[in-house]
């Protein structure tokens, strides 16, 4: 017996589907003025911060993408939908970024052994160009980052870009005052030292919710006590808590009453779905009411 909701909810990142898309057209954008960039100033880091552009306009589109997804029809087939297609988006959003960190490292290395002198001035502007836009667009996706793992992978593309553009804007600057080549490659080594623990981060949780793990934010001994503090209730057993995609938590439970209130076992789900939705905020739980000593006909179980 499950909770009177209906799986059709939207998820978490679907509101934001909109400032997504801008994002996505905003990146784009800054790809290619850095491309033209790159060839008036001869810059090789903003051609390498092009390509950064490139890459996190295709998690941006990748997470759009997912949102896509998520809102298709609910069937038989798929319960829950393509809801958890925002969480692969995440992963793969994180497997990006840490891609992205091998080729600034790549590059850093690269240009300290062969440095080639670029047109100051040209590369500041461009560089200043993009900050701009990826700060307007961690603006955009900054109230849905705390809500939806998928968009904290978008912000984080967004994030990891906007460090990028500064780090080519104080390289640049370097450059054009001293004359000093190698401010580019220490710059790209302080982006990547500063993306990775974000991107680490990012996959461990989504790699959490994909393994079905507990809710971070839920301590099933705490759900149980509350569960078992409800009149006529006696055990609870194959208590489990996992989330589909980020703002949609779930969880299921064999609960044990007293024989004489099994009649009314409607009353005893309706003060459960109350304490778990209003304790817990579990919208979504499924709920199995069965009288004591039925436990022993179930065989392997979950305690």
């Known amino acids: 017996m499950s909770s009177g909701h209906d799986h059709g909810e939207r998820t978490a990142a679907h509101e934001h589907r909109g400032r997504l898309a801008i994002v996505l057209g905003l990146m784009l954008f800054i790809a290619v003025v850095q491309v033209i960039g790159s060839g008036f100033s001869s810059s090789l880091a903003l051609l390498a911060d092009a390509g950064h552009s490139l890459a996190d306009s295709a998690g941006v589109a990748l997470a759009l993408f997912a949102v896509w997804l998520g809102s298709r029809p609910f069937s038989t087939k798929r319960t829950f939908g393509l809801q958890r297609a925002e969480i692969l988006a995440a992963a793969a959003n994180a497997l990006i970024l840490f891609a992205l960190c091998a080729f600034v490292v790549y590059e850093a290395v690269k240009r300290v052994m062969s440095p080639e002198p670029v047109t100051g001035p040209i590369m500041v502007a ?15 996706l900054r109230k849905g ?9 978008a912000y984080l593309e967004v994030f990891s870009d906007m460090l990028t ?6 390289a640049a600057v370097v450059i054009w005052t001293t004359g000093w080549h190698q401010a580019d490659s220490v710059a790209s080594l302080l982006i990547a030292a500063i993306i990775v623990p974000r991107a680490w981060r990012l996959l461990s949780e989504a790699v959490h919710v ?4 507990t809710p971070r934010n839920v301590d099933l001994e705490v759900v149980r ?17 996992w989330t589909i ?6 969880m299921s439970a064999h609960v044990v ?8 076992c409607g009353k005893i789900l309706d003060d459960l779905h109350a304490c778990l939705s209003g304790h817990f905020d579990m919208a979504h ?19």
């Open 165 to 170: 553009s500064l780090g080519v804007i104080i």
């Open 126 to 140: 461009v560089a200043t160009f993009g900050l701009v836009g990826n700060l307007i667009g961690m603006m955009l």
């Open 145 to 153: 980052k705390d809500k939806s793992l998928n968009l904290r992978g």
């Open 245 to 250: 995609t980020s703002g949609v938590p779930v």
């Open 225 to 241: 006590d509350h569960m078992l503090s409800q009149p006529g209730v006696v055990d609870i057993h194959d208590l489990h808590a």
């Open 257 to 264: 009453v007293r024989e004489e209130v099994l009649a009314d």
């Open 285 to 303: 739980s499924t709920l199995q009411i069965e009288p004591e000593g039925h436990v022993d006909h179930e065989g392997a179980r979950h305690t």
């Open 210 to 213: 994909l393994l079905e793990a």
